[in-house]
C-alpha cells in the first residue's frame, strides 16, 4: 500500500481566506502531482514537480501555487479562496509509470 | 489531440454478472494505459496497466483488461462482480514519448445490486 499522506481530509472556509493544503509521501518518490477533481468528471493535472525546486503548471490553469522544498513534501497553497475554488483536491506521487494517490482534500469554499 | 473517453457514465449490475466498462483512447503514437479505482471519499487505486506485451492484462480483484490497437481500446472486464466492486473507476493514458503526464477519462461508476 501506498504511502501518501494529505492533510486536511475535508475543509469548509470562507472567501477570502490563504489556506494550505498538505502532502506528503515516504516512498522517496521525485515526481509528484497535484490533481483537481470535480464530481463526474475526469481529474485535471494542475501543478507537478520532478524534484526538489522543480514545479510546473499542468493543463488545468489553477490560482494555486506550489512548493518542493523537500523530497516528500509537495503542499499546494490558495492566497485568497473564492466559490470558484471548491473541488477534489488529489496528490499523487510516481515511480516506474505507476501513480500513487492520496486520499483527497474535498475544500469547499463558501 | 491524445484524449480518453469512457462510453458510460454509470453501469448498474446485479451481484455475480459479469460487467465491461469501456475505454477508447485518441493517440496517434504508441501509449501506456492504465484502469484506476476510486472508492468513496478515497483516492486512486491502480487495478492494472499495459504497457507491451500481451494485450491481455490481469489485475486486482479479479479485474482484466484487454489492449486492442486497432480499435484504439481497452476496456475493463470482470466475470462475476460483488458489492464491493461498487466505485468509481478512470482509464487514463500516457504516451512514449512523455510518460510524466497521464490522462483521465471522466470516469464511469459501477453500481453492484444485490
Known amino acids: 500500500e501506498a504511502d501518501i499522506y494529505q492533510t486536511p481530509r475535508y475543509l469548509v472556509i470562507g472567501t477570502g481566506k490563504k489556506i494550505t493544503l498538505e502532502c506528503s509521501q515516504t516512498?522517496?518518490?521525485?515526481?509528484m502531482y497535484w490533481y483537481q477533481q470535480d464530481p463526474g468528471m475526469e481529474l485535471h493535472l494542475i501543478h507537478y514537480?520532478?524534484?526538489?525546486?522543480?514545479?510546473e503548471k499542468g493543463d488545468l490553469s489553477s490560482e494555486s501555487t506550489v512548493s518542493r522544498i523537500r523530497t516528500e513534501h509537495f503542499p499546494l497553497t490558495l492566497e485568497s479562496a473564492r466559490p470558484s475554488h471548491t473541488s477534489q483536491y488529489l496528490c499523487?506521487?510516481?515511480?516506474?509509470?505507476?501513480?500513487?494517490f492520496g486520499p483527497g482534500t474535498r475544500l469547499t469554499v463558501l | 489531440a491524445q484524449s480518453v473517453t469512457q462510453l458510460d457514465s454509470q453501469v448498474p449490475v446485479f451481484e455475480e454478472a459479469p460487467v465491461e466498462l469501456r475505454c477508447n483512447y485518441s493517440?496517434?503514437?504508441?501509449?501506456?494505459l492504465f484502469w484506476y479505482v476510486q472508492y468513496p471519499n478515497q483516492g486512486l487505486q491502480l487495478l492494472l496497466k499495459?504497457?507491451?506485451?500481451?494485450?491481455l492484462v490481469k489485475g486486482i480483484n479479479g479485474f482484466e483488461a484487454e489492449f486492442n490497437k486497432s480499435q484504439t481500446s481497452f476496456h475493463l472486464r470482470k466475470p462475476s462482480v460483488h458489492i464491493s466492486d461498487t466505485a468509481e473507476y478512470f482509464c487514463?493514458?500516457?504516451?512514449?514519448?512523455?510518460?510524466?503526464?497521464?490522462?483521465f477519462g471522466t470516469g464511469t461508476r459501477l453500481q453492484v445490486f444485490p
Open positions: 493517440s496517434s503514437v504508441s501509449v501506456y
Open positions: 514537480s520532478y524534484g526538489v525546486n522543480s514545479t
Open positions: 499523487a506521487s510516481t515511480v516506474s509509470l505507476e501513480q500513487f
Open positions: 487514463a493514458v500516457t504516451f512514449s514519448y512523455n510518460t510524466d503526464k497521464l490522462i
Open positions: 516512498m522517496g518518490h521525485d515526481k
Open positions: 499495459y504497457l507491451s506485451g500481451s494485450t
